[in-house]
């Protein structure tokens, strides 16, 4: 069965510092999504991706994160300059046009130091 | 604006018992509604969805869910837990009915289940 996939599992990185999350959504899917979960709390909306462009963005999706599909299989989101509080699971998701149900990924524990 | 509510932080039943886990939800228009399974260091599960029809829903792992309207609930159910059950479980809905709309978890319940 096709899965969301995640690289890397965990990434510790230094505060200011760029990062980037990748992830292949399933092939046939067409909306792509990045939510995230900070330990013990809620799963929150960042983003999401249709058509090639940002279809809505939470307001933690500040001028420090942005989302590319450089190919026509990866999604990335890269955070420019990491700050504590950024630190998190990071979960790409996709799901198919006629369907509303997402498929997410493994996740990326990030963690900032 | 859409949301849903999980009363409880934690579910404990003993193995062989039927379970429940509540969600209650708040929308305008008809709600698009999931529950979703998260094993320990593993992603969101995709369990079942409710759309439009039937009010019970059959989804993965023996799962059900029953979508009552009257009382703005979305239970997930399953008549015989197993202890390979426990895990967290998230209620969700759909945010709004653009065609990238989002999903809105609710902050998730415990599922314990005892051998």
């Known amino acids: 069965e096709p899965e969301v996939t995640q690289t890397p599992s965990h990434q510790v990185t230094q505060m200011g510092q760029e990062v980037i999350l990748r992830c292949v959504p399933i092939s046939n899917h067409l909306y792509f999504y990045w939510y995230r979960q900070i330990l013990g709390q809620k799963v929150e909306f960042l983003v999401s991706?249709?058509?090639?462009?940002?279809?809505?963005k939470s307001e933690i999706f500040d001028d420090q994160f942005s989302v590319e599909r450089p190919d026509g299989s990866n999604f990335t989101l890269k955070i420019r300059s990491t700050k504590l509080e950024d630190s998190a699971m990071y979960f790409c998701?996709?799901?198919?046009?006629?369907?509303?149900?997402?498929?997410f990924g493994p996740g990326t524990r990030l963690t900032v130091t | 604006a859409q949301s849903v509510a999980q009363p409880e932080d934690q579910v404990n039943v003993a193995e062989g018992n039927p379970l429940t886990v509540k969600c209650t939800y708040s929308v305008s228009g008809n709600p698009y509604l999931f529950w979703y399974v998260q094993y320990p260091n593993r992603g969101l599960q995709f369990l079942l969805k409710?759309?439009?029809?039937?009010?019970l829903v059959k989804g993965s792992y023996g799962f059900e869910a029953e979508f009552n309207k009257s009382q703005t609930s979305f239970h997930l159910k399953k008549p015989s837990a197993l202890v390979s059950d426990s895990a967290l479980y998230f209620c969700?809905?759909?945010?709004?009915?653009?065609?990238?709309?989002?999903?809105?978890f609710g902050s998730g319940t415990r599922l314990s289940i005892r051998p």
């Open positions: 991706f249709y058509n090639n462009e940002i279809s809505e």
């Open positions: 969700a809905v759909r945010a709004s009915k653009s065609s990238a709309s989002k999903i809105i």
């Open positions: 998701a996709s799901r198919l046009a006629r369907e509303y149900e997402q498929y």
């Open positions: 409710y759309i439009t029809g039937d009010n």
